[in-house]
């Protein structure tokens, strides 16, 4: 099989010139029927007026998957197949899948201690970025016992490791962590390019700016490496004391007015306010979330008008201020597209991006070719 893996709302894709196929994952299926199950099975103990009565009534809890605890974190191309990384609550794996037979799903490592995000695989290796929101470090695991070794360490947030050619060097992103003395994270810096050596064990920063997050790099046919690049903004100088204070009493209504209104949707279905209904508010809740992507809230119609207004060919719902850019060995910097979400590097030099509602094939020349259509597609990786 040759063609274009990628995810979108926890499912995999594989385009090819002959159509587009789409798979499941079946961990996270299992875990869903799962707790469906255990909610039925519990539901007598929480719901109806006896249980309020008895004091043993609650809230409605909201569902995993939209409080963002289910999720595919990565996936990369290997053997015929694929691997992913996953979060299912509390438990984080990576797994193994098929895709000509795609019932078959084994996992390498599963643990209620071990969160996995982005990955990359070079033959039985697989570079990942473990840890949690507060740290993160890259560990190889292999991917035939499940062992791991982690490779880095501080207090940094480190994603998007990823192989070079031969596969004897690691790129990853790297942002500096800023925490109390009690050890809380109290703010993230600016994501820079670092590189691991695998065969010496050294770590090398290539590039960092206080203005920009360089993320997602990848090394081309030619040993150039890419990355994206998007404006940094420190949420730690936002603030503002005097406003704050200003602010508080209004604050701290719109505090009471929620929570009584959350009583009226939880118990009578509908809101405080009138025309609106408590499952319109859950369907634009979930709206909005889907166009919250790796701590970025994106205004998919005023980018995507902006992006029309600028005469892109494939204009697409990411800002323009995130650029694909490529290094040249003399550092050398050229922004090959601008509003770029996730991208990957074909064997031929071809580059396919996404721009948040596309899939696209952009080559040498130039000249762009449109996959697919999918919102948000990510994980991309050549098969």
């Known amino acids: 099989m040759s063609g274009i893996l990628y995810t979108s ?11 587009m196929k789409e798979y499941d994952s079946q961990k996270i299926s299992k875990y869903l029927e799962n707790l469906k199950n255990i909610k039925i099975r519990n539901e007598w103990k929480t719901n109806g007026t006896g249980a ?12 995993d998957t939209e409080a963002g605890n289910i999720s595919i974190n990565g996936a990369s191309s290997y053997s015929g197949g694929l691997v992913y990384s996953a979060s299912l609550g509390e438990l984080g794996g990576l797994y193994k899948k098929g895709l000509e037979d795609a019932d078959i799903e084994g996992h390498v490592i599963a643990s209620n ?7 990359d695989v070079f033959e039985g290796s697989c570079a990942a970025s473990i840890g949690d929101f507060t ?9 035939k016992t499940g062992r791991y070794q982690e490779l880095t360490e501080g207090d940094t947030i480190e994603d998007y490791p990823s192989y070079s050619n031969d596969g004897s060097k690691i790129f990853f992103s790297s942002a500096g962590l800023a925490k109390s003395p009690q050890g809380y994270a109290m703010g993230v810096g600016p994501s820079g390019i670092c590189v691991y050596c695998t065969k010496i064990g050294s ?18 046919k030619n040993g150039n490496l890419l990355f994206i690049k998007r404006p940094y903004r420190n949420t730690r100088d936002k603030g ?23 009583f009226s949707i939880a118990f009578g279905g509908e809101s405080l306010r009138s025309g609106k209904s408590g499952s319109n508010i859950k369907a634009k809740q979930k709206s909005e979330k889907e166009l919250f992507f790796e701590g970025n809230m994106i205004n998919a ?20 201020t995130w650029e694909l850019v490529r290094t040249d060995k003399s550092g050398v910097q050229t922004c090959l597209k601008k509003g770029v979400m996730d991208y990957t590097v074909c064997e031929n030099g071809d580059i396919v991006y996404s721009n948040g509602q596309e ?20 994980n991309l990786s050549e098969i």
Request: charge should be negative; hydrophobic fraction near 40%.
């Open 240 to 262: 503002n004391i005097f406003l704050d204070i200003l602010m508080f009493p209004i604050r701290i209504i719109r505090a009471i007015w929620g929570l009584l209104n959350y």
């Open 359 to 378: 899939i696209i094939r952009l080559s040498a020349d130039g000249n762009e070719q449109l996959l697919e259509k999918c919102q948000f597609a990510c």
């Open 301 to 320: 119609e005023q980018e995507l008008k902006a992006n029309q207004r600028r005469g892109e060919k494939f204009p697409g719902i990411i800002p323009y």
């Open 9 to 19: 709302k926890n499912r995999f894709y594989v385009k090819t010139d002959s159509g």
């Open 203 to 220: 770590v090398e920063e290539l590039f960092e700016s206080d203005q920009f997050n360089y993320i997602a790099p990848k090394e081309d």
């Open 135 to 143: 740290e993160r470090h890259i560990a190889i695991f292999d991917l």
């Open 113 to 119: 201690t071990l969160q996995i995000h982005k990955i």
């Open 52 to 63: 309020m009565f008895m004091g043993t009534g609650h809230f409605p809890e909201s569902d």
